[in-house]
């Protein structure tokens, strides 16, 4: 099992930009593939973005264009930038590898109108 460590979240006003990272305990290619999902309040959890091991990403319509996935192979981590933020993005932000992976505690990201 494997499970990332989520960090950068914050309290951002609308329209702002944050730039969320996720930590592994190894390198991201014996990993694999990563996604990202997010929990607003009082509703399930939704998946946002998927970024495979080789850096192509995929991303849910209601963020596409506005958040960007990457990797950093060198440090082990794995970023999503924000962009143009919403209050309704407003929600704990989680990643998870695809295979083997495990919920963490997430990040927590609150957009003001």
């Known amino acids: 099992q494997v499970q990332l460590v989520e960090s950068g979240g914050g309290l951002v006003r609308a329209g702002g930009s944050l730039t969320l990272s996720c930590a592994a305990p190894r390198s991201i290619m014996s990993i694999g593939n990563v996604s990202w999902y997010r929990q607003a309040p009082g509703k399930q959890r939704e998946w946002i973005a998927h970024?495979?091991?080789?850096?192509?990403?995929a991303y849910a319509g209601a963020v596409r264009g506005r958040f960007t996935g990457s990797i950093d192979g060198a440090k082990n981590t794995l970023y999503l930038q924000i962009n143009s933020l919403k209050p309704e993005d407003t929600g704990i932000y989680y990643c998870?590898?695809?295979?083997?992976?495990?919920w963490g505690q997430g990040t927590q990201v609150t957009v003001s109108s």
């Open positions: 998870k590898a695809a295979v083997g992976g495990t």
């Open positions: 970024i495979f091991s080789d850096g192509n990403t």
